[in-house]
């Protein structure tokens, strides 16, 4: 039989709390309250280590960039409809990141991220840009990260890709793909913030299964901005009129 895991004993490495003590990874929180600043300061916790400075640059434009993309995001549209039941502002947050985190939502910058790192294990990126991005349309597939159904061109990617982060390889092929993207689509597909961000987190050192960790972070203050300007000043239990309602019959389910 496997053993039951035993609740009365936990270790972390996050935080130690002793009598008049916490400390952050080891630093004394007081010291992180007095000179800290917020990037450095959620680097250390979620990551471990102080960040150089490109690391840090690259978490504080992820995530300012990720912070809201007004109602018309399915993620904010989900918090605000909740908080319109007059449930609390956390929750409607929840309710939020549960949307954004799907791939064709907020995902999407794992899914570039995932692309990215396959590209950069080849011998020749530009090759490699190719073969990925050829791949995916013999498939039908969409490449995460490209086109937008508002934006000709994301006004957030070019702060994203001039972040100060050392290392530009994933940045790079994130331009190899848009050119090879174009190319083989025939279709003016430029490069959003989902790419941007992935690429430039990627570079600043964070793994793939990081990515939704920190955009996510970003969207919950956004979501808790309109959460609360919902609670605020709309009135309570957003619905679709009953006219608005197409019903579809069972019999012409079958039929289509």
């Given at each position: 039989?496997?053993?039951?895991?035993?609740?009365?004993?936990?270790?972390?490495?996050?935080?130690?709390?002793?009598?008049?003590s916490?400390?952050?990874?080891?630093?004394?929180?007081?010291?992180?309250?007095?000179?800290?600043?917020?990037?450095t300061?959620?680097?250390?916790?979620?990551?471990?280590?102080?960040?150089?400075?490109?690391?840090?640059?690259?978490?504080?434009?992820?995530?300012?960039?990720?912070l809201?993309?007004?109602?018309?995001?399915?993620?904010?549209?989900?918090?605000?409809?909740?908080?319109?039941?007059?449930?609390a502002?956390?929750?409607?947050?929840?309710?939020?990141?549960?949307?954004?985190?799907?791939?064709?939502?907020?995902?999407?910058?794992?899914?570039?991220?995932?692309?990215?790192?396959?590209?950069?294990?080849?011998?020749?990126?530009?090759?490699?840009?190719?073969?990925?991005?050829?791949?995916?349309?013999?498939?039908?597939?969409?490449?995460?990260?490209?086109?937008?159904?508002?934006?000709?061109?994301?006004?957030?990617?070019?702060?994203?890709?001039?972040?100060?982060?050392?290392?530009?390889?994933?940045?790079?092929?994130?331009?190899?793909?848009?050119?090879?993207?174009?190319?083989?689509?025939?279709?003016?597909?430029?490069?959003?913030?989902?790419?941007?961000?992935?690429?430039?987190?990627?570079?600043?050192?964070?793994?793939?299964?990081d990515?939704?960790?920190?955009?996510?972070?970003?969207?919950?203050?956004?979501?808790?901005?309109?959460?609360?300007?919902?609670?605020?000043?709309?009135?309570?239990?957003?619905?679709?009129?009953?006219?608005?309602?197409?019903?579809?019959?069972?019999?012409?389910?079958?039929?289509?």
């Amino acid at each position: 039989m496997t053993p039951i895991p035993d609740l009365s004993s936990w270790s972390t490495s996050i935080t130690d709390v002793e009598d008049s003590s916490i400390r952050y990874r080891g630093v004394p929180i007081e010291d992180l309250i007095d000179d800290g600043d917020l990037a450095t300061t959620l680097w250390l916790v979620l990551f471990g280590g102080t960040p150089g400075t490109g690391s840090a640059d690259a978490l504080r434009r992820a995530l300012i960039a990720a912070l809201d993309h007004g109602v018309s995001a399915p993620s904010t549209l989900v918090a605000r409809v909740t908080a319109s039941t007059r449930s609390a502002v956390p929750f409607a947050v929840a309710g939020g990141l549960m949307a954004f985190a799907g791939p064709a939502h907020g995902g999407a910058a794992e899914g570039a991220a995932n692309l990215f790192v396959e590209i950069a294990a080849s011998d020749d990126h530009e090759t490699g840009a190719r073969d990925v991005v050829r791949r995916l349309l013999d498939r039908g597939d969409r490449f995460p990260g490209y086109g937008h159904p508002y934006h000709r061109r994301d006004p957030r990617v070019p702060a994203l890709m001039s972040g100060v982060a050392e290392d530009r390889t994933h940045r790079r092929i994130a331009r190899l793909c848009e050119a090879a993207l174009r190319a083989e689509s025939g279709r003016d597909l430029r490069m959003n913030a989902d790419a941007a961000v992935a690429a430039l987190l990627l570079d600043a050192g964070l793994g793939t299964a990081d990515i939704t960790l920190v955009t996510g972070l970003g969207r919950a203050f956004g979501l808790a901005a309109h959460a609360r300007e919902e609670l605020m000043g709309e009135k309570p239990f957003r619905a679709p009129s009953l006219d608005t309602i197409r019903f579809v019959s069972p019999a012409k389910q079958e039929e289509a």
